[in-house]
């Protein structure tokens, strides 16, 4: 790593100097004034990322660098819903909902099995696009025909669908948990689902790149403010397959097909006086279908500026009790606003939602919330290479920079500590950094085991996943816990990563 430093150090002093006495029209002095913390950050992104994506960063870096990145509309359930519905699949879009039941259908009935002698492609990403579209215009169309309508045999049956959804739920219901004390003798440990400790973070430390402090004499290796994350390699949890992604019932997400890059209007007012529907970015919705909501849920949006997630919580009206927080005045004032233009005031919200203005890492409201959403504080990867406003590559808030990781811990740790057992804690951030990523989760893990002697089991999503592999990337760069979206061309959206925890004792 030291070698590399003086590599990048005199690589560095060398394109000063030529620059400096060369010919050129441009002055080296205006050359070193150019280094805006966008340049910053895309100069640390390609000495750190290319390290982890390897040839998957060239991709992810020219869709990263896009002006105009991909969205989707969350239907507002306080706003004119029918009418809305139609005037968005009029356009092309499609629900996520009709989507992902399409593709699950299609990969129940087609099992994807790889063989060594004959690789079988994947049916969640060989399935036409185009048969997709109809199958779930003919549902939305069905949809609104009465319950005893006959339906044609070639069409999805959305009855079916939801039987099977249903048995699948059964499949997961909670199961009585004995003390590992009275049972010792009864418990066989499966060590198939066992996360190998020995395997994994160590080497991230190495991708970290070096940065410049001041002038090309004092530099600081960024691996250094990481070693702490070592202590979680010796630390090993349970895996558990999540096989299905529920999507509530009044939840209505609409998106267009991979490498359509229509864009949606703009959101406007209807008839209750709030606008029509939310726009965010495509994989913000992850992590809020990843809590899988229930009717009752007392929910906890830990970081909840802008406000796009708490108000996609709220659509799905599952809540009886949704508190936004967030540590700023000014985030707090973002949160109202989008409030005030998708809710203000209709139905008996008053009592049920709140925004509250905490640290995140002192929360001490313990067994009240059983779904928590982390949606930390990150390095905004796609945000930093577009906007020098509030940099985070900004010369003057490299501390705070470096210390961005520490501060997810100690935010997801919390989480971990305060909900009981049985609830649900989806971590997730805006950033390809693996150390923000899968680094701070094996840390908050140790350290909530450490501090509370809870048992955390962390759930495997790849199966229920699989369906939306038709709109979405998931990276496989050997994450141990939680999982990834990278950009693409034909679906530029995110990144964005997630992790879902449950605690089980």
């Not at 390609?46 to 390290?51: G, Q, R």
């Not at 060989?126 to 779930?136: D, F, K, Q």
């Not at 999805?156 to 249903?166: A, L």
């Not at 991230?204 to 402090?213: C, G, H, K």
């Amino acid at each position: 790593m030291a070698r590399s430093f003086n590599i990048l150090a005199a690589k560095e002093l060398i394109r000063i100097q030529i620059a400096r006495y060369s010919k050129k029209k441009e002055h080296w002095a205006v050359i070193k004034r150019k280094k805006t913390a966008k340049h910053v950050a895309l100069k640390h992104f390609d000495e750190f990322y290319s390290s982890v994506y390897k040839k998957k960063w060239e991709e992810i870096r020219t869709a990263l660098l896009e002006e105009d990145h991909k969205y989707m509309a969350v239907v507002n359930s306080f706003s004119d819903i029918d009418r809305i519905k139609t005037e968005l699949e009029s356009l092309g879009a499609m629900n996520l909902k009709m989507i992902y039941q399409a593709y699950k259908a299609e990969i129940d009935e087609n099992p994807y099995k790889p063989n060594k002698k004959r690789k079988k492609e994947d049916p969640a990403k060989s399935l036409e696009m185009g048969s997709v579209i109809s199958n779930v215009q003919m549902n939305i169309r069905q949809s609104h025909y009465p319950a005893d309508y006959a339906v044609k045999p070639t069409a999805i049956s959305i009855t079916e669908e939801d039987e099977d959804i249903e048995q699948n739920r059964s499949k997961l219901q909670p199961v009585s948990l004995k003390s590992i004390e009275a049972d010792m003798n009864e418990i066989s440990l499966d060590t198939n689902r066992i996360v190998n400790p020995t395997v994994g973070l160590n080497g991230l430390y190495e991708f970290v790149p070096a940065t410049q402090i001041k002038g090309l004499e004092d530099w600081v290796l960024e691996s250094q403010h990481y070693d702490y994350y070592n202590q979680s390699s010796d630390f090993s949890v349970n895996v558990e397959p999540e096989p299905i992604l529920t999507f509530p019932d009044y939840l209505n997400v609409y998106t267009f097909e991979e490498s359509n890059n229509t864009r949606f209007p703009a959101p406007k007012k209807g008839s209750t006086d709030v606008l029509n529907y939310y726009l965010l970015d495509g994989t913000s919705i992850l992590p809020v279908l990843a809590l899988d909501l229930q009717p009752g849920d007392s929910v906890l949006d830990m970081c909840a500026a802008p406000g796009g997630k708490t108000l996609t919580i709220l659509q799905t009206l599952m809540p009886r009790l949704l508190v936004a927080n967030d540590a700023q005045l000014s985030r707090m004032k973002r949160i109202h606003n989008v409030i005030n233009q998708y809710v203000n005031g209709i139905g008996q919200w008053q009592d049920r939602l709140y925004v509250t203005q905490h640290d995140a890492k002192t929360i001490s409201d313990k067994d009240v919330y059983n779904k928590i959403l982390v949606d930390v504080p990150c390095t905004t990867d796609r945000h930093v290479l577009h906007s020098d406003e509030n940099n985070i590559f900004k010369s003057t808030r490299l501390q705070e920079r470096l210390k961005i990781p520490e501060l997810q811990a100690g935010i997801l740790t919390n989480a971990l500590k305060i909900i009981p057992v049985g609830g649900t804690v989806v971590y997730s951030t805006c950033s390809l950094s693996p150390i923000q990523n899968d680094g701070v989760v094996g840390l908050a893990l140790k350290q909530a085991w450490e501090e509370t002697n809870s048992i955390m089991i962390v759930k495997d999503m790849g199966k229920a996943l699989r369906p939306l592999n038709c709109l979405y990337k998931f990276g496989n760069f050997g994450l141990r816990y939680g999982h990834i979206v990278i950009p693409t061309l034909k679906n530029n959206w995110g990144p964005m990563y997630f992790c879902k925890i449950v605690r089980e004792r």
